[in-house]
């Protein structure tokens, strides 16, 4: 009786086949007679072990995306030898997460001839057989998912270390710092190709390294490829370190960290094969998502550090890829310093730190009793707040000393930006508050059967907020707006409110360069409250991204606000915001905003489409989500 055939795709990179070998080896265990063969990039096949395969087939990249490279001849000709063999079961390592990729997984399966198609399973994806549910990235780590994919093949889904092909690295100096009984810490400043936002910067690198040689006394490795050697060539000029960049295989490279006492790096496929050797290691994420791709070390040791601002993660978050490039800023990966990174060094080489996760500021969360029921348009959790809700729990978070909460005023259109925006699109999904500024949010949620109580604006919100803040001794900064505008704001709202307290005024602006210093100053003024203009989305991003240590109880974006309290851009009549036209005066005196209101017709539709595609008591939420 022939062998069963089985046949596994992990097209991704380095980091991702290390992770599915703990599913391979428990396969491998379950079906010792099967033959089981590996699709997989020809960059990566060289870590697998002899053992856990019976053949594998080398899919080129040569840094394309894998649907890009997909359609070259050379990996056509893999399609056909694929077809020629015949599979009784196929698995597949991935999230089907774009259009592009499942047109190429599709051809996968129907050139297999396999009966079971495995993968996870998610909306869209109609040529799989059977498999798991894909909750999204970071609700299971990727190791975790791919060895309750195999648990359908009969493997054993128990957590288990992933294994790496290691050989021998006979660079002389190596053999001499292996030998000097000091401690072995090697550095990975790299991330891979694909995702350069994951670095963290090659100066704190060698601040870290000075600064173990003279504590531990360690002997410090730099590991990574040619093209990390030219990076970071001006940061490691006069650190006596030894210098393997560029100069080991894979396996070679492994051998190396199994050698070692820690590893430090980004998250990276280095920072896997790490994990994979039982090297202890700390870990250091922004932009990608912990949760999903953290260390994975049963039984091991690892630290893995954090920011904690608002907005991070913001790639591979739910079933999106989101913004893999990060943004500008990234002030996530900035406010990890070298004193942190030395701290859990000192830590695990001193024997301590079971595996653990760290935000150093964490993440801010609405206390559950300011919790209140929330509507869902797009995906989105709108607040069905009135006035008084909204400042009782300003009331409640300046009372408590809550730590920062971030409340957003979102309209149509910053729906419809966010849907294209994924940093933006989690800062609103992540708020304490998204108050509905816009009438077509009261007409959406008129249209998905659970109706707003009341249009909460930014622009009354603002004096409304002001006004109570004057009764309660409430301290308020102005930031943004053109120069001169916030003071003048501030002004008119003294003068209407004689016992308010300014805390600050200042203009500046939403650049990178200025965030310490301006969070700095907004800390030093004792305010409760803050109000960013620097209009959105860039004032929710920079919130977002500074909200863990900013002292404020409240930080909320205000677009124009500002101008219209100073008087510098006339609000519309009563009579037309009361009828909800405020949109069209705006319209009238700024025509340039004609292009934008094209993004209302959209959200119509997909409104539309929302109330069609779901019962409607589904739009009704209570509390805060789990986003991640």
Not at 501 to 520: C, F, M, N, T
Not at 597 to 604: E, S, T
């Amino acid at each position: 009786m022939a062998s069963e055939r089985i046949l596994l795709v992990q097209l991704a990179d380095i980091g991702d086949l290390v992770l599915s070998t703990p599913a391979i080896a428990a396969l491998r265990e379950a079906k010792p007679n099967a033959h089981i063969e590996l699709l997989a990039t020809a960059q990566a096949l060289p870590l697998l072990p002899e053992g856990l395969l019976d053949d594998a087939l080398p899919f080129a990249r040569q840094g394309e995306s894998a649907s890009r490279a997909f359609f070259r001849a050379a990996n056509l000709r893999l399609l056909a030898k694929i077809w020629r063999r015949h599979y009784d079961a196929l698995v597949f390592f991935h999230h089907f997460t774009l259009r592009a990729g499942r047109v190429k997984f599709w051809l996968i399966a129907r050139a297999s001839g396999a009966r079971r198609i495995l993968g996870l399973q998610h909306g869209g994806v109609d040529f799989l057989t059977d498999g798991i549910a894909d909750e999204g990235f970071g609700a299971k780590h990727q190791a975790q998912y791919w060895l309750e994919l195999v648990a359908l093949l009969g493997a054993d889904a128990r957590a288990r270390r992933a294994q790496v092909k290691r050989e021998a690295c006979l660079d002389p100096d190596f053999a001499a710092a292996s030998a000097s009984g000091k401690p072995l810490v090697v550095m990975h400043g790299g991330s891979g190709g694909y995702s350069r936002a994951r670095r963290w910067h090659p100066a704190r690198f060698a601040a870290v390294a000075r600064a173990l040689r003279s504590r531990q006394g360690a002997e410090i490795i730099l590991v990574g490829d040619r093209q990390d050697r030219r990076e970071f060539a001006e940061a490691w000029r006069g650190i006596d370190a030894l210098n393997l960049l560029g100069k080991t295989t894979l396996p070679q490279l492994a051998a190396v960290l199994r050698r070692a006492d820690l590893f430090i790096g980004a998250d990276s496929g280095v920072m896997h094969i790490a994990a994979a050797v039982g090297t202890p290691i700390i870990g250091i994420f922004g932009p990608s998502n912990a949760a999903a791709w953290q260390p994975w070390t049963p039984g091991g040791r690892s630290i893995v550090l954090r920011s904690g601002v608002a907005c991070s993660p913001c790639s591979y978050v739910g079933h999106g890829i989101g913004a893999r490039g990060g943004c500008a800023a990234r002030t996530c990966m900035k406010l990890i310093s070298a004193e942190k990174v030395l701290a859990a060094a000192d830590s695990l080489l001193d024997g301590g730190a079971a595996s653990s996760a760290h935000d150093l500021m964490p993440p801010v969360v609405a206390a559950a009793e300011t919790a209140t029921e929330r509507i869902d348009i797009l995906g989105l959790a709108v607040a069905a707040i009135t006035y008084e809700g909204w400042l009782a729990r300003i009331e409640s978070w300046i009372a408590q000393k809550a730590r920062a909460q971030q409340v957003c005023t979102i309209n149509p259109e910053f729906i419809m930006i966010a849907r294209r925006d994924p940093i933006f699109w989690h800062i609103l999904r992540r708020a304490a508050l998204c108050v509905p500024d816009g009438v077509g949010l009261l007409w959406a949620s008129r249209q998905l059967g659970a109706p707003l109580p009341q249009r909460v604006t930014g622009s009354d919100g603002v004096p409304i907020i002001a006004e109570r803040a004057a009764q309660r001794g409430w301290r308020i900064f102005f930031l943004g707006a053109a120069e001169g505008i916030a003071q003048r704001a501030a002004d008119t709202l003294q003068r209407r409110y004689p016992a308010l307290l300014v805390a600050g005024v200042y203009a500046g602006s939403p650049a990178e360069a200025e965030e310490d210093a301006i969070v700095a100053m907004v800390n030093a003024s004792g305010a409760d409250i803050l109000f960013v203009a620097y209009g959105a989305p860039r004032q929710d991003k920079w919130i977002a991204r500074n909200l863990p240590r900013l002292q404020v109880r409240m930080a909320m974006g205000v677009g124009g606000s500002l101008d219209f309290i100073a008087g510098a851009v006339p609000r519309a009549p009563r009579w037309m915001q009361a009828r909800g036209l405020e949109w069209l005066f705006r319209l009238l005196r700024q025509p340039w905003r004609a292009r934008r209101m094209l993004r209302l017709p959209r959200f119509v539709a997909a409104v539309l489409w929302q109330r069609a595609a779901a019962p409607k008591s589904a739009t009704r939420m209570q509390g805060r989500q789990e986003l991640n």
